[in-house]
């Protein structure tokens, strides 16, 4: 693909190294550096005149990233860059979509505007969308937003007998829903209060409880991993096996995946979208067949 030139501004260099190797998008060379004051440098080592350039980044710990990110963008286009298209497979700043008390900055917005400007398009996965409905309420850029559901189906039937599949709120419906439809399982989406970062209640209404059944947990962020750990510990009480956890995006801060795995998680399996030893689901073929439906060559 002569015109298009793939960038990895900080993904993992294996998830990297796959999307190239499908799509055979020449790599572009970049290099970045972190000055002893915090600040950042970044230096372009390929001439872009008059290509596609698509910059992949893990949007983990986004406020470490997004200066590199705004500095990349713009000097791309600025140095003849055709198009911009940012792969993102996490997009971070989705869950601040109203203002929760008086005065909260509705931040999904404005990360929003700010992708908007420095790019033409955007691909990432499942991102969090609760009281946004699309992305195209806030981004100004086409933005596609891929699912991972069918991947996560599939997973599961090679890997659970049995399965009841159970989201732990609201907004686990989308995924949860989804899933069991393609696997034709059964399912269950609890209810959730959240008290502060670290502090939630999930309430357990009884289901039509399976005996014989699996539990598996999905949700689209595992980040303090309370949820998971909440709606294990309540399982655990109603006398359900150990469940296998399943989250699209392995934030995991701090010790949350050990937390979990203390609480009860049989299991814990995430998609590829960050880079977690949980990994074990590969998105790269949903981002591969969109890439070459959308990039201009
Ligand atoms: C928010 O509603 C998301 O869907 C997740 O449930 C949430 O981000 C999980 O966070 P934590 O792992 O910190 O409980």
């Not at 989201?167 to 269950?188: H, L, M, T």
């Amino acid at each position: 693909m002569k015109n298009v030139l793939i960038f990895n501004l900080n993904a993992d260099r294996i998830f990297f190294e796959n999307i190239v190797h499908q799509t055979h998008f020449e790599k572009g060379e970049l290099k970045t550096h972190r000055f002893p004051d915090g600040e950042m440098a970044v230096r372009i080592l390929t001439d872009v005149k008059n290509k596609s350039c698509i910059v992949t980044a893990s949007l983990k710990n986004p406020d470490l990233h997004l200066t590199a990110l705004y500095f990349l963008c713009n000097a791309l286009k600025e140095n003849g860059a055709t198009e911009i298209i940012i792969l993102a497979p996490y997009l971070p700043y989705m869950r601040q979509d109203k203002a929760f008390n008086e005065g909260d900055v509705i931040t999904s917005k404005y990360f929003a505007q700010f992708i908007s400007a420095i790019a033409d398009k955007l691909i990432t996965i499942d991102p969090h969308l609760h009281r946004w409905h699309s992305l195209n309420d806030i981004y100004s850029i086409p933005a596609f937003a891929l699912s991972a559901s069918s991947t996560i189906s599939q997973w599961i039937k090679d890997n659970v007998k049995n399965p009841i599949l159970i989201g732990p709120d609201s907004e686990s419906r989308q995924w949860v829903s989804n899933v069991a439809a393609a696997i034709n399982c059964p399912y269950a989406v609890l209810e959730k209060t959240r008290h502060g970062d670290k502090d939630v209640e999930i309430h357990f209404s009884d289901f039509d409880a399976c005996s014989n059944c699996t539990p598996v947990l999905i949700d689209d962020i595992i980040s303090t991993a309370q949820t998971m750990i909440k709606t294990t510990e309540q399982l655990l009480k109603s006398g359900f096996t150990n469940p296998v956890c399943i989250g699209v995006h392995a934030l995991f801060n701090n010790h949350a995946y050990e937390l979990l795995l203390q609480a009860g998680a049989s299991e814990i399996v995430t998609c590829n979208t960050v880079f977690h030893l949980s990994n074990r689901i590969d998105i790269s073929p949903l981002i591969f067949q969109k890439l070459n439906e959308i990039v201009v060559q």
